[in-house]
């Protein structure tokens, strides 16, 4: 099944980020996913409680019941809104590492190399045009978080903004990791929505590997390069370069 392979692609991501090779260009934004992921556990772990009270609906005494039911999905929404906006800055704040590993990871797996050799000078040249399309991301992902945020204030209609909210993270995940490799070779961003929705399964299930090892404590630590290896293999072994002569 072509959804099985998208898990897959994340799995042998994992075990492609630790070869010899490829150390150095993973050490990087692994580095920047640590702090960020130690600052954030820190204040949310101050906030949480009051973040839950303040979205949890008010309800008459009659039906204090319902807290006990209602309590674990809104525990649910307030991490998934901490799982995104972490997904957020940090890959702002990684995109010229992921670009650079994409770039490495495509060379070892095609075995030969057709991009620039490392060099700190060629990894600031990249910081304008991978932050740039990580603001075009946060532009496509800004007004859809927004909506569901909104739904999930509404009384009633926020029962279903949990599982909404898991499958928007789930495209999410597909569209921000295989969105490296797809800007390696120049593929404008809706020839590369555009192509990712042709491989809807194959996307959906990578996305929702990623996901899922994403919520994994002490795993989620090594997602972010595992999954821009993962999303690499992706890239070639899906025939992403036959998108690029539409």
Do not use: C
Not at 103 to 127: H, I, T, Y
């Amino acid at each position: 099944m072509s959804t099985l392979r998208g898990p897959q692609y994340l799995s042998e991501g994992l075990k492609l980020m630790l070869s010899p090779n490829l150390r150095l260009f993973v050490l990087l934004p692994l580095s920047v996913n640590i702090l960020l992921f130690i600052g954030l556990i820190g204040f949310a772990v101050n906030e949480f409680n009051h973040w839950v009270d303040w979205l949890m609906p008010s309800l008459p005494s009659w039906l204090d019941f319902l807290e006990y039911i209602l309590w674990p999905l809104f525990v649910a929404l307030v991490l998934l809104i901490l799982f995104f906006t972490f997904t957020l800055v940090a890959n702002i704040i990684a995109a010229p590492f992921n670009g650079f590993l994409a770039e490495k990871v495509e060379v070892v797996v095609r075995g030969q190399d057709n991009f620039p050799a490392f060099s700190w000078g060629e990894l600031m040249a990249m910081v304008p045009r991978t932050v740039g399309r990580e603001l075009r991301k946060l532009a496509y992902f800004l007004p859809r978080m927004i909506g569901l945020f909104i739904l999930s204030l509404i009384p009633g209609l926020n029962l279903i903004a949990a599982p909404l909210w898991l499958l928007f993270g789930i495209w999410m995940m597909a569209v921000q990791y295989i969105d490296y490799p797809a800007d390696n070779h120049k593929l404008g961003w809706n020839e590369m929505l555009a192509w990712l929705r042709e491989k809807r399964w194959q996307s959906l299930g990578f996305g929702g590997a990623t996901y899922l090892a994403l919520l994994v404590p002490g795993l989620n630590l090594l997602v972010m390069p595992a999954a821009v290896a993962g999303a690499t293999l992706f890239w070639v072994r899906e025939d992403g370069d036959k998108s690029l002569v539409r």
